[in-house]
């Protein structure tokens, strides 16, 4: 199975930058780098993925160190909607395989 | 925005009965994916299919749990019989609109069956 390393647990002031990070000191050349985030009582919801570049969507960016043994998620203005637990995955030719995942705490 | 839809929302019932959970995946997608999640394991793999065949399902207890797809809008997780130790929230997942590769694109989720077994 394919390990990242998250914190347990972050908080963040609303209306703040966020960055969350992820360690996968075991990825291949060819493995893709997912972030998804889990609302209370929710599905898992697709937040970013990006393979060497920096990425960016309307959600979040993700910034992937050159050696790509690291990444971060960052959400550019915390909002309380933004509470969830973060989950960062590599994968390349396997489904997904989710950790524990960092929960986010977003405080008013 | 188009939906991967699980029913029921909830399911009770007791040890030994049979249950069956429901997944309409978003039209298009070809791979499906069931995954199961408790306090003590967090999200786990099922089984997974692609276009309509199972590709995998080591991750399920086979003696009692069956999965399958009868058509493209529809997959089924069987329960039979089911334990307490099956309580969790089982969700389903869709992907790969258009054939794109089954890993890499991004992943729909439903928002699950919470199973009770008493």
């Known amino acids: 199975d394919a390990k990242t390393t998250q914190p347990n647990s972050m908080e963040s002031n609303e209306e703040e930058p966020v960055h969350l990070p992820c360690n996968h000191s075991t990825i291949s050349g060819t493995d893709y780098i997912h972030w998804y985030r889990q609302l209370p009582s929710q599905g898992p919801e697709y937040v970013i993925h990006?393979?060497?570049s920096n990425v960016n969507n309307r959600m979040a960016s993700l910034a992937i160190a050159e050696d790509r043994k690291s990444s971060t998620l960052i959400l550019h203005r915390a909002t309380l909607r933004d509470a969830a637990v973060y989950y960062c995955?590599?994968?390349?030719?396997?489904?997904?395989?989710f950790g524990k995942g960092t929960r986010l705490s977003v405080i008013a | 925005d188009a939906r991967v839809t699980q029913t029921p929302r909830h399911k009770v019932t007791e040890m030994g009965q049979e249950v069956t959970m429901r997944c309409q995946p978003i039209?298009?997608?070809?791979?499906v994916f069931w995954y199961r999640q408790t306090m003590m394991q967090g999200l786990e793999l099922l089984a997974y299919?692609?276009?309509?065949?199972?590709?995998?399902d080591s991750g399920m207890p086979k003696d009692r749990f069956s999965a399958e797809m009868p058509d493209a809008t529809l997959a089924t997780l069987k329960i039979q019989p089911s334990e307490p130790r099956d309580s969790a929230v089982y969700f389903c997942?869709?992907?790969?609109?258009?054939?794109?590769?089954?890993?890499?694109?991004?992943?729909?989720f439903g928002n699950g069956t919470r199973l009770t077994v008493t």
């Open positions: 997942a869709s992907g790969s609109p258009g054939g794109l590769s089954s890993y890499n694109s991004p992943l729909h």
């Open positions: 299919f692609r276009n309509r065949a199972p590709l995998d």
């Open positions: 990006g393979l060497t």
């Open positions: 995955i590599y994968t390349g030719n396997t489904p997904l395989v």
């Open positions: 039209l298009g997608h070809n791979t």
